[in-house]
Structure formats: structure tokens, C-alpha cells
């Protein structure tokens, strides 16, 4: 990827937003927003500004895939985070680049490369 990208970050975990958001920007990025709940995140859509999303699944109990539609319905590429202890995708986002927790850095580039090519 040859330049940075502003991301949005969808994620409950302040210690993993934290860490996803200095991995992020140790490559190059830059956070638009970070959201820690599906209102907060449907609202950062509604005012855009940013490349590309990435989104935790499991929102303090709340599934993320309101966003994932808002997401969609926009043009907007997206990521979905998880930790593997959740139901598969809608099929509707089957083909969504997954990015599996915990996060590490070499794992970002390719999964945004992926979604943005």
C-alpha cells in the first residue's frame, strides 16, 4: 500500500482500539474516528471522511452488522475483526476480508490491501 489510508475503528476493547490504532498509524495511517458502540459507528458513517473501516463483531453485546450495511449501502470497504467466538458472517458479508484477533501488525496490511484493491 503506498500511502495512508484513514481508517475508522470500530472497537469496544479500549486496550485493543488502542493498540489496533498505533499499529494502524505505525503504518502509515491515519484513525478518522474510533467508535466503541453500533450508534456511535452508524453515526461516523453518516459523516464519512474516511477509506476504509474496520469492525470488531461483538460491540458490548450489539452485533456490528448495521454498520457492516451502512458500510455497504455506501460503497464504504470495510474489514470485519473478530476473535473466532462468534457466529459466522451474515452471508451477506461472507466475502468481507476477516481480520482475526488478537491483532498483529504484519496481519493489517494484507487484509486492507485486500479490501481496498
Known amino acids: 500500500m503506498s500511502e495512508g489510508r ?3 475503528v470500530v ?21 478518522h474516528a474510533s467508535c466503541d458502540n453500533v450508534s456511535a459507528a452508524l453515526g461516523a458513517c453518516e459523516s464519512g471522511g474516511f477509506d476504509v473501516a474496520i469492525l470488531d463483531v461483538n460491540l458490548k453485546g450489539e452485533a456490528v452488522w448495521p454498520v457492516a450495511k451502512r458500510l455497504q449501502e455506501k460503497g464504504v470497504p470495510f474489514v ?7 457466529e459466522p458472517p451474515p452471508a451477506e458479508f461472507a466475502s468481507v ?19 481496498t484493491a
Open 6 to 8: 484513514n481508517i475508522l
Open 11 to 31: 472497537e469496544d476493547e479500549p486496550l485493543i482500539a488502542m493498540m489496533l490504532e498505533d499499529f494502524l498509524e505505525t503504518l502509515g495511517h491515519r484513525i
Open 80 to 86: 470485519i475483526a473478530s476473535g473466532g467466538h462468534v
Open 97 to 115: 476480508p476477516m481480520l482475526e484477533k488478537p491483532y498483529t501488525i504484519d496481519r493489517i496490511t494484507p487484509v486492507l490491501e485486500r479490501v
